[in-house]
């Protein structure tokens, strides 16, 4: 198993073919690339995508990997096909050693802010670097990563370094999530001070609330693209803590969450709706609510419910 840092070529200056694929989290390369990512990488290793951005190399990317497949491999299997559009799958001609890497979509990232690699960040991963002094900081790297053929091999400590930067809540935490699903998440001191970075953050707790819930508390709506992770408890009123507690979560439909969010409802201790006496009959119908409606009240929700009670409904 190796994980490595690779430099990628921007689309701008390769005829326009983005490689990686970021929209799916694919990579193809090909010749003695591709031979490295075929024999060195394996299901769990991570791949890390640096390029030049103005005056400074970046990784602005990273893939946690879930296969690496050999080209004709991928393009006789339909389901793949019809999938993806990576460029290298939709080529006619093979070259050799061409290879595709998927990337897990729920644990690989595009960066918000790419993460500079500069001598520092060298120093701390233990890469040799021993620039001429008349080379400007940016070309000694540059030539650097060109020295290892783009590809940079990464050991389990450098990898815990970088993700550490890059992922605020680093994949101890994903995997936790996943194993404690439909559990409350409880932060210790570091991750709750980056979990400050709110759209991680959010994403995650829809995430988590789409594993416990598939559809609309309240009505039928089961698209995941519309449907909304409510906090019970407002983002801005709630902890670190809380803020990514499920159990400080409601997922519903956009109608029903905007009149969650707006305090037109609310539920008593047992779910059942409660409706603002300010609604009238018409409204509630085009509304889509009645009096008999209810969600499932889980214990550990009925403190963030009082505080929705007692705050928020009208
Ligand atoms: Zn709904």
């Given at each position: 198993m190796t994980s490595y840092l690779i430099q990628y070529i921007d689309p701008k200056d390769n005829e326009g073919e983005e490689d990686p694929l970021f929209s799916e989290y694919t990579?193809?390369?090909?010749?003695?690339?591709?031979?490295?990512?075929?024999?060195?990488?394996?299901?769990?290793?991570?791949?890390?995508?640096?390029?030049?951005?103005?005056?400074?190399?970046?990784?602005?990317?990273?893939?946690?990997?879930?296969?690496?497949?050999?080209?004709?491999?991928?393009?006789?299997n339909n389901s793949i096909m019809r999938n993806y559009r990576n460029p290298h799958l939709l080529r006619n001609n093979v070259q050799e050693n061409e290879v595709i890497v998927f990337g897990n979509p729920d644990k690989s990232m595009i960066l918000d802010t790419p993460l500079e690699v500069n001598m520092a960040l060298l120093k701390e991963l233990s890469v040799e670097f021993k620039p001429s002094p008349n080379q400007t900081e940016k070309a000694a790297i540059s030539s650097k990563l060109k020295n290892y053929g783009r590809f940079i091999p990464l050991d389990d400590s450098q990898v815990n370094i970088l993700l550490e930067k890059v992922n605020p809540?680093?994949?101890?935490?994903?995997?936790?999530?996943?194993?404690?699903?439909?559990?409350?998440?409880?932060?210790?001191?570091?991750?709750?001070?980056?979990?400050?970075?709110?759209?991680?953050?959010?994403?995650?707790?829809?995430?988590?609330?789409?594993?416990?819930?598939?559809?609309?508390?309240?009505?039928?709506?089961?698209?995941e693209r519309l449907l909304v992770a409510s906090h019970i408890k407002p983002w801005s009123h709630s902890t670190h803590k809380e803020r990514l507690d499920v159990d400080n979560g409601l997922l519903l439909c956009p109608n029903h969450d905007a009149l969650f969010d707006k305090g037109h409802i609310s539920f008593d201790k047992d779910g059942l709706i409660l409706i603002s006496s300010s609604l009238d009959k018409y409204s509630k119908l085009f509304l889509n609510i009645n009096e008999t409606m209810n969600i499932r009240m889980e214990e550990n929700q009925q403190q963030y419910m009082k505080w929705h009670r007692e705050n928020k409904f009208k």
């Open positions: 990579y193809g390369d090909k010749g003695n690339r591709g031979n490295t990512l075929k024999t060195q990488v394996l299901k769990g290793d991570f791949l890390f995508f640096n390029r030049s951005i103005e005056d400074k190399v970046c990784i602005t990317a990273f893939y946690e990997v879930v296969e690496v497949l050999e080209i004709q491999k991928a393009k006789m809540l680093h994949t101890a935490s994903f995997l936790k999530l996943q194993k404690d699903l439909g559990k409350s998440i409880v932060l210790d001191k570091t991750e709750k001070d980056s979990v400050v970075k709110a759209r991680i953050g959010q994403s995650i707790f829809k995430r988590t609330l789409l594993a416990v819930e598939k559809k609309c508390g309240l009505c039928g709506v089961s698209d």
